[in-house]
Structure formats: structure tokens, C-alpha cells
């Protein structure tokens, strides 16, 4: 009898791989400080799209799609911003050793900004992220576009996005 009931149960519907944030969201100013030490401010991107990204190093899904983010942020020229929960700079320097010459190369490129989030402090008190890891999407009128929970599997659905 229970196993009646529970094959009559309509199933539960497909959980969007992107859903869209609200379009008139303003996303949050904030100040960071990146990995080589200058200050930075969301709004300091203001006309360009940013890809904010909530990460971290041990995090399984984050290393699978750390690469996607990367080649999205380089084909598309948008600014990432990838803010790590890691509690040391040295966790994500180990963690950049690790990755294909390519991705190493992109690292370098000058819209690329990885930071860490001391205390998460914006990736949970400002942004309200409880697991990792989640991309926002920030059109250049400083409007929230997207936001994807979970990994990013699939780097040209997030191209349109950027775009």
C-alpha cells in the first residue's frame, strides 16, 4: 500500500539549472581586497558585466567548474570575481597550482580577481549563500541578471547568460 502511494506522488518538478534573480535587483555594493592586496569595490565594475562567484578550494563541485568560469570570463571579457571561503591565501595558491597551463594563463589576464571572503562576510551576510558554490551574474547597470546554484557544468549556457 505504501509503495502505491508513493508511486501515485506527481513527481517533483526539475529544479532549473539557472534561475533567473529578479531583473530590477540592484546587486550589492562591497569592498574586497584580492589576493595580491589592492582594494577593490563591486561598483568599481560599474558598465561592465561581472561574474561573482562564491567558492572555495575543498570544495569538489567549485575545482569542477573553477575552469568553465574561467574560459567564460575570457571569452566573453566580463570581469570574475571569485570570492573564496578558503581561511588562507595559501589553500588557493595550491589549489591554482594544480590546474591546466591554459587556465593558469587566464588567471593572469586582467579581468580576473580572486579574493578571499574573511568571516563570509559577503558570501553569507550580504549575499545569503549557504552552499558552495553560487554565480551570480551582474549586468553592467550594476542589476542582478542570474544567479546559479550549484556548479556551473556547462560553459556556453553560461556565456549566453553574460551576453
Do not use: Y
Amino acid at each position: 500500500l505504501g509503495a502505491a502511494a508513493l508511486l501515485q506522488q506527481p513527481e517533483p518538478a526539475a529544479k532549473p539549472s539557472i534561475p533567473v534573480a529578479q531583473q530590477s535587483a540592484p546587486a550589492p555594493d562591497f569592498t574586497f581586497t584580492d589576493l595580491t592586496g589592492r582594494a577593490h569595490k563591486r561598483s568599481d565594475f560599474a558598465g561592465k558585466t561581472v561574474i561573482l562567484n562564491f567558492w572555495a578550494s575543498w570544495c569538489a563541485p567549485c575545482v569542477a567548474e573553477f575552469p568553465l568560469l574561467l574560459e567564460a570570463a575570457a571569452k566573453t571579457q566580463a570581469i570574475l570575481i571569485a570570492l573564496s571561503s578558503d581561511d588562507d591565501a595559501a589553500a588557493v595558491e595550491r589549489f591554482f597550482l594544480k590546474l591546466d597551463p591554459k587556465s593558469q594563463e587566464i588567471l593572469k589576464q586582467n579581468n580576473v580577481i580572486i579574493a578571499l571572503d574573511p568571516g563570509k562576510a559577503i558570501t553569507s551576510d550580504l549575499f545569503q549563500t549557504v552552499s558552495l558554490p553560487e554565480t551570480v551574474i551582474i549586468g553592467p547597470s550594476g542589476l542582478m541578471t542570474h544567479k546559479i546554484i550549484g556548479a556551473v557544468d556547462n560553459a556556453e549556457t553560461l556565456q549566453e547568460h553574460i551576453k
